[in-house]
T-cell receptor, first 115, second 112 residues
């Protein structure tokens, strides 16, 4: 089982739609969670961190459920410019509580927003 | 102005050759990383250096050798290139281990 799993999609939605992505992680030692965005043939960029209480940044809302080891990203009022691959990312710590910054990526969910 | 830069952007070479990819960051970060993104788009960490010291070394063939001359640079040297090494290699940096990582533009390596 992959350490971080996402539905690869693709998700094809009209402008203005609301779309949700899900992600599960297998290692309960995972401590930090992020959503990154990667445009075609570009580098990944941080979209937002995910906090236990859930957090919102404009049209984007991230949720974390530690009991179910589940992370979600909700995008409201989709724009054409939201078309990209969305990467679920976790950092886990070792037995001593050190993370070393080792990001573990899901395979990404492809989103295409059309007019 | 580029925060994390890599050279070259594209690299096409024959099997068996030795090549290097260079990475530099001007953000003053202490930690730098190399990632590989294969044809299936999976991003996997290869190495991490903190203040020129190796702290992560994933299961990577020893044909790959990172070198950090100073904390602003992390280069990747690859010996005896194989077809399976074809991928996009991303360099990244962060202030410390838990902060946001900033990625370079990637180096697209094609081994023929």
């Amino acid at each position: 089982r992959k350490e971080v799993e996402q539905d690869p999609g693709p998700f094809n939605v009209p402008e203005g739609a609301t779309v949700a992505f899900n992600c599960t992680y297998s290692n309960s030692a995972s401590q930090s969670f992020f959503w990154y965005r990667q445009d075609c043939r570009k580098e990944p960029k941080l979209l937002m961190s995910v906090y236990s209480s859930g957090n919102e940044d404009g049209r984007f809302t991230a949720q974390l459920n530690r009991a179910s080891q589940y992370i979600s990203l909700l995008i409201r009022d989709s724009k054409l410019s939201d078309s990209a691959t969305y990467l679920c990312v976790v950092i886990r710590t070792d037995a001593g509580g050190t993370s070393y910054g080792k990001l573990t990526f899901g395979q990404g969910t492809i989103l295409t927003v059309h007019p | 102005d580029t925060a994390v830069s890599q050279t070259p952007k594209y690299l096409v070479t024959q099997m068996g050759n030795d090549k290097s990819i260079k990475c530099e960051q001007n953000l003053g970060h202490d930690t730098m990383y190399w990632y590989k993104q294969d044809s299936k788009k999976f991003l996997k960490i290869m190495f991490s250096y903190n203040n020129k010291e190796l702290i992560i070394n994933e299961t990577v063939p020893n044909r790959f050798s990172p070198k950090s001359p100073d904390k602003a640079h992390l280069n990747l040297h690859i010996n005896s290139l194989e077809l399976g090494d074809s991928a996009v290699y991303f360099c990244a940096s962060s202030q410390d281990n838990s902060n946001e990582q900033f990625f370079g533009p990637g180096t697209r390596l094609t081994v023929l």
